[in-house]
């Protein structure tokens, strides 16, 4: 973009050119030759370089590879640029993820209480949405809390798994496929969230994994860890 933005005249529309081609080269080896014969047959029959780049959109947020799926769409960014497109708005993007989430990760809730987040989010009230999950979470009973439990965990995975990237993620796996406990595991995560370059995200990475604790039971083990501990001591006479 700098370049495209530091030339004129002939010299700019032949760097449009060059840029234009990249990025039908980068979205191709992201999205794969499937997908974009469905991006070709599109704009052979007239669609807009909005719909279009809606459509890849909607191809890159299909993506497991939550690395691969990041990079993709600092490309795709770049090249709405190139091609005078518009970035959704902040509002569009908060959609989708609560969207995604309620499909997805919260599907226990109830119609009312969905309807709740979705008005916390309206108003951006995004750490209370956070909160109100967990008091949703902690408040559930039988067979309802263990859907919440499993949902909340794969959800727990995917997004620590996009903050982490995918290296930390391998080796969070692999140590939970070594028998590592909850309290080992809890470490190791945090850990790797420190090693988050972004403040932001790292910020973050933390706000999220504290919730993720409380649906793993962190702090109950925690707490049944340090009252053992306290009962040893206190029966052997080291604590009066």
Known sequence: MEMLESVSGDK???AALQLKAACKHYIKHFIGSENVAIIKTMKENGATNEAISSKIDEFIADMRDEEKKAKAEQVATACKKIYGIKNRSKRNEDEMKLEEALTKYLTWLTEDQKTELEQLRDDNEKEAIHAKIIEYFESAVGDVKDKAREELKNGCKHYIKMLVGEEKADELKALKNSGASIEEMSKKVSEA?????????KVKAR?????CQKVY????????????????HAHHGLIS
């Open 207 to 211: 706000k999220l994994y504290a919730s």
């Open 193 to 201: 969230i420190e090693t988050i370059d972004d403040e932001a995200l």
């Open 217 to 232: 039971g962190v702090s109950k083990v925690r707490r049944h860890v340090a009252n053992k501990h306290h009962r040893y």
């Open 12 to 14: 700019k529309e032949k």
